[in-house]
C-alpha cells in the first residue's frame, strides 16, 4: 500500500468541513502524509553502477505502481460511494476550478489531490474494463 496517498485519501475522507469540501480540504493543515518511504536494493557484484541504477529505478516503478494499485483498491471498496466514478468526476472538476499561488502550500495540496483522484479514476475504468471483459 503507498501510505502516502492512502494518507491522503483518509484527509479526504474523514474531513471536518463547512462548504466545499474540496476547498476546505486543501486550505486546512493536514496533519500526516508527508513521510516517504525508504526502499532498497543490493544487486549483484557483476553489476555496472549504470546497470545497478536501471534495475532499482525499475523495481521501486513497478512496486510504487503495485501499491497504488492496491491502494485505489481498498479505497474504492471502503470507500464505494465517495469514490465512485461519477463522484471522482466531479471533485476532479471542481479541483480544476480552484486556483492559488504557484507555489503556496494550497497549490501543492490541489495538485496532490488532483493526481491522486485522476489515476483512481484511471484505475477505476480499467478495472470495469478487466470485469466486463
Do not use: C
Request: proline share 2%.
Amino acid at each position: 500500500m503507498d501510505l502516502i496517498v492512502w494518507s491522503k485519501i483518509l484527509i479526504f475522507v474523514f474531513p471536518s468541513y463547512g462548504g466545499s469540501r474540496i476547498q476546505s480540504i486543501i486550505e486546512r493543515k493536514w496533519n500526516f502524509g508527508s513521510i516517504g518511504r525508504v526502499r532498497t536494493y543490493s544487486g549483484s557484484p557483476e553489476e555496472s553502477e549504470q546497470e545497478f541504477h536501471s534495475k532499482f529505478d525499475e523495481i521501486v516503478k513497478s512496486e510504487t505502481e503495485k501499491e497504488k494499485k492496491n491502494t485505489f483498491e481498498l479505497a474504492s471498496l471502503l470507500f464505494k460511494d465517495q469514490f465512485s466514478k461519477e463522484n471522482l468526476q466531479k471533485y476532479l472538476e471542481e479541483l480544476d476550478k480552484l486556483t492559488y499561488q504557484k507555489d503556496s502550500e494550497e497549490e501543492y495540496k490541489r495538485l496532490s489531490l488532483l493526481n491522486i483522484f485522476s489515476e483512481m479514476l484511471g484505475f477505476l475504468n480499467q478495472y470495469e474494463k478487466s470485469v466486463n471483459g
